[in-house]
C-alpha cells in the first residue's frame, strides 16, 4: 500500500512539475512578446527624440538619418505630401530662415505600437520672408503635436503634424 501511495504521490509531483513547466513556458512567451514590444516602442521612442535633437540643432542629416527609403512627410495636411527629403530638407532650410532660433521645447515624447507622438512648444522669431509673406519680427509659438511612424527595422516610415494654423498666424502677426 505504502508503495502504491508512493507512486501516486511521485506520479502526481511530475504531472504538477510538468504542468508548472508549461505555464512558466507560456508565461516566458507572453513576457517576452512583451519586452519585444516594449523594446521596440523604447526604441523607436528614443529614434524620434534623437531624430528632434538634431532637428533643435540644426543638423538637418542626424534629422533624416533614420528616415526609411520610402518616407513620407504629411505635414499638417495644408500642401501635398513630400516624399523627397531633399525637398523636405530645402523646405526645412527656407523655414528656419524666415523663422530665427525655429525649434520644439518642452518636448513630451509618447510611444504606442509603430506610432511616436511628440507633444511640446514650437518657436522662433518671424524675422525673414517665407514664400511672399512679409517677416514681422514677432515672436511665433505655438503647440504642436508630431506624429512618427516606424517600420519593423525601426526607420521613420511617415510624419505627420498637428498644429492650430489660426495661432501660429495670430502669434507671427500676419492674422489679427
Same mark, same amino acid.
Given at each position: ?25 507560456e ?15 523604447e ?5 524620434? =527624440? ?43 532650410? =527656407? ?32 524675422k525673414?520672408?517665407? =514664400? ?45
Amino acid at each position: 500500500m505504502k508503495k502504491i501511495i508512493f507512486s501516486l504521490l511521485a506520479a502526481s509531483l511530475v504531472i504538477a512539475a510538468c504542468n508548472d513547466d508549461k505555464k512558466t513556458g507560456e508565461g516566458d512567451k507572453k513576457e517576452t512578446s512583451m519586452s519585444s514590444t516594449e523594446s521596440k516602442q523604447e526604441r523607436n521612442k528614443k529614434t524620434a =527624440m534623437a531624430s528632434m535633437e538634431s532637428f533643435n540643432k540644426g543638423d538637418l542629416d542626424g534629422t533624416f538619418k533614420d528616415a526609411a527609403v520610402n518616407f513620407v512627410d504629411y505635414a499638417d495636411g495644408s500642401i501635398p505630401p513630400i516624399t523627397n527629403i531633399d525637398t523636405l530638407k530645402g523646405f526645412i532650410k =527656407m523655414l528656419t530662415v524666415a523663422v530665427e532660433g525655429y525649434k520644439g521645447e518642452n518636448l513630451e515624447y509618447y510611444a504606442d505600437g509603430d506610432y511616436v507622438l511628440v507633444h511640446g512648444d514650437w518657436g522662433g522669431v518671424f524675422k525673414n520672408d517665407i =514664400m511672399g509673406i512679409k517677416a514681422t519680427g514677432k515672436p511665433v509659438k505655438f503647440k504642436d503635436v508630431d506624429i512618427f511612424k516606424f517600420n519593423e527595422e525601426g526607420k521613420i516610415t511617415e510624419h505627420s503634424a498637428v498644429q492650430n494654423l489660426g495661432a501660429v498666424l495670430m502669434a507671427s502677426g500676419m492674422m489679427k
